[in-house]
T-cell receptor
Framework: KAGVTQTPRYLIKTRGQQVTLSCSPISGHRSVSWYQQTPGQGLQFLFEYFSETQRNKGNFPGRFSGRQFSNSRSEMNVSTLELGDSALYLC?????????FGPGTRLTVL | AQKVTQAQTEISVVEKEDVTLDCVYETRDTTYYLFWYKQPPSGELVFLIRRNSFDEQNEISGRYSWNFQKSTSSFNFTITASQVVDSAVYFCALSDGNFNKFYFGSGTKLNVKP
C-alpha cells in the first residue's frame, strides 16, 4: 500500500495570503488528521475528518479550516497568513488504532 | 486534562551506548493509548509502538524496548547499543480510548555520535 502523501512539500507565502495544503491518506483509511509542528509549540492537533465530516477540532483560530472529499482526500486551508503560521504541517491517516503520518508540508510565511 | 511530558530536550551519546528516553503522561481516562514516534530530519513521523492502558507488559523489538508503568504514569523507551541512524527526534504521544485526539510531548532530540 502507498503511504500518506502530502502536497506540496514546501511552500513559501507572504503575510495576508491564503494557502491550501493537500493530503491523500492510505487507501482504505477514512480518517485524516492534521497537525501543526513548530519549534515553540511542538506538535499540535488541528482537526480530524472522518467520512467528509469534521469529527474533532483543536484550539486553533477560524483561519484554519479543512475539508474531506468522498475519496478521503483532505485539504487544509489557512487564510490571512501570519508569520507565526510558519510550520511543518503533518497529515495523519488513521484506521482503527493505527495512525500513520505523511512527510509533511513545510510552510514558510514571509 | 491530557498531557505528555518529555523532560529531556536533547541527549547526546556515543555509538553503542544504551540510552533511555523518558515519557510521563497525565490523563483521567481509564482507557487510553500511548505511542512512540521517531522523526528523522526528513520530517515524517515514523510509528514505533502503541500500547493500551490495560497492557503493562514491557516490549522488546530488536534494539528497542519499552517500559510502561501505570503506577508512575511513565512509558519510557530504551535503545540498546545505539547507532548513528538512531539520531532523530523521538515523540511520546497519548490518545484517549476512542483513539481520537492525540497529545504529543515536546520531543527528545537524540544525537548518536560515531
Amino acid at each position: 500500500k502507498a503511504g500518506v502523501t502530502q502536497t506540496p512539500r514546501y511552500l513559501i507565502k507572504t503575510r495576508g495570503q491564503q494557502v491550501t495544503l493537500s493530503c491523500s491518506p492510505i487507501s482504505g483509511h477514512r480518517s485524516v488528521s492534521w497537525y501543526q509542528q513548530t519549534p515553540g509549540q511542538g506538535l499540535q492537533f488541528l482537526f480530524e475528518y472522518f467520512s467528509e465530516t469534521q469529527r474533532n477540532k483543536g484550539n486553533f483560530p477560524g483561519r484554519f479550516s479543512g475539508r474531506q472529499f468522498s475519496n478521503s482526500r483532505s485539504e487544509m486551508n489557512v487564510s490571512t497568513l501570519e508569520l507565526g503560521d510558519s510550520a511543518l504541517y503533518l497529515c495523519a491517516s488513521k484506521d482503527y488504532n493505527e495512525q500513520f503520518f505523511g512527510p509533511g508540508t513545510r510552510l514558510t510565511v514571509l | 486534562a491530557q498531557k505528555v511530558t518529555q523532560a529531556q530536550t536533547e541527549i547526546s551519546v556515543v555509538e553503542k551506548e544504551d540510552v533511555t528516553l523518558d515519557c510521563v503522561y497525565e490523563t483521567r481516562d481509564t482507557t487510553y493509548y500511548l505511542f512512540w514516534y521517531k522523526q528523522p530530519p526528513s520530517g515524517e513521523l515514523v510509528f514505533l509502538i502503541r500500547r493500551n492502558s490495560f497492557d503493562e507488559q514491557n516490549e522488546i523489538s530488536g534494539r528497542y524496548s519499552w517500559n510502561f508503568q501505570k503506577s508512575t504514569s511513565s512509558f519510557n523507551f530504551t535503545i540498546t547499543a545505539s547507532q548513528v541512524v538512531d539520531s532523530a527526534v523521538y515523540f511520546c504521544a497519548l490518545s484517549d480510548g476512542n483513539f481520537n485526539k492525540f497529545y504529543f510531548g515536546s520531543g527528545t532530540k537524540l544525537n548518536v555520535k560515531p
